[in-house]
């Protein structure tokens, strides 16, 4: 493969997103797999979230061919390509058309993935579902001190039964460091009500008074405007995650849709 010339990449045009994350739009003629890892590494972990349009789709023994560049992709019993869509009947809530609670990817395999990526195949316009990006490195930066020293005390397990993809039981601390930045992190998922949610997550806090005041406190805190971007799905958009960054959920579905994701994770 011959490596993209400095032109080609001059002509891909940067847009900011708010309140953080980057568009990266090709106007023809560039594939995906032609931009060094390096630099869309480089460009996802200052960004967060990379949003790249004008790239062809790919087909899904291609797209996990294309993560294995990145390290190791995870496979699920699905495979290694897990295809996302609103079923009619669905074991878990991710397939489901309501909202989906922040959490990170991979909080129930031995190795947290590093990466996530999306590939939007369809997507229904003005249908709700947009998934939500919480910076918890920004979370934490803006925390006083007295705060940042109570999260430090803190650990949380989380519990919920193998009806999907994923399950089991695991404690993780509040407090992690990122791999490449070695910024602090949030590794937080909310809690799940079984009323609401099929195969519902709980969560245990130990180092805490008042675990649910707790809970609900930090739920608030990483929802607010200014830590949060919303990602509004176009067929053709691929996304780049730092998953050690960022927790994530999704809008409930607002009416029908037939959207059609596509997500890799790599170790």
Not at 77 to 84: A, H, I, Q, T
Not at 136 to 155: F, H, I, L, M
Request: contains cysteine; glycine residues 6%; negative net charge.
């Amino acid at each position: 493969m011959t490596a993209p010339s400095s032109t080609s990449l001059n002509t891909l045009v940067h847009t900011p997103l708010r309140p953080f994350g980057r568009i990266v739009e090709a106007p023809g003629g560039i594939n995906v797999a032609d931009i060094p890892v390096e630099t869309l590494a480089a460009w996802t972990v200052e960004s967060r979230v990379l949003v790249l349009r004008g790239f062809d789709l790919m087909a899904k023994q291609e797209f996990a061919d294309w993560s294995r560049r990145w390290g190791k992709v995870l496979e699920w019993p699905p495979g290694e390509v897990v295809d996302l869509v609103v079923e009619d009947n669905p074991k878990n809530y991710l397939f489901a058309s309501g909202d989906v609670p922040f959490h990170w990817d991979g909080a129930f395999v031995a190795d947290n993935p590093r990466w996530f990526f999306f590939q939007c195949l369809d997507a229904t316009p003005a249908a709700g579902g947009e998934t939500v990006f919480s910076d918890t490195t920004a979370v934490y930066r803006d925390a006083d001190p007295e705060t940042r020293e109570r999260w430090s005390r803190v650990s949380m397990t989380y519990t919920t039964d193998k009806l999907a993809h994923y399950g089991g039981r695991v404690t993780e601390k509040l407090v992690s460091q990122h791999p490449a930045t070695g910024l602090p992190v949030l590794r937080f998922a909310e809690p799940l009500d079984p009323n609401k949610y099929k195969n519902p997550v709980s969560v245990e806090v130990d180092g805490v008074d008042d675990p649910e005041k707790f809970l609900a406190e930090l739920a608030s805190l990483v929802h607010r405007r200014e830590y949060c971007y919303h990602h509004e799905w176009r067929s053709g958009d691929l996304l780049l995650a730092d998953n050690f960054s960022l927790i994530h959920g999704r809008n409930a579905f607002s009416g029908p849709t037939n959207r059609h994701l596509q997500r890799v994770e790599v170790i």
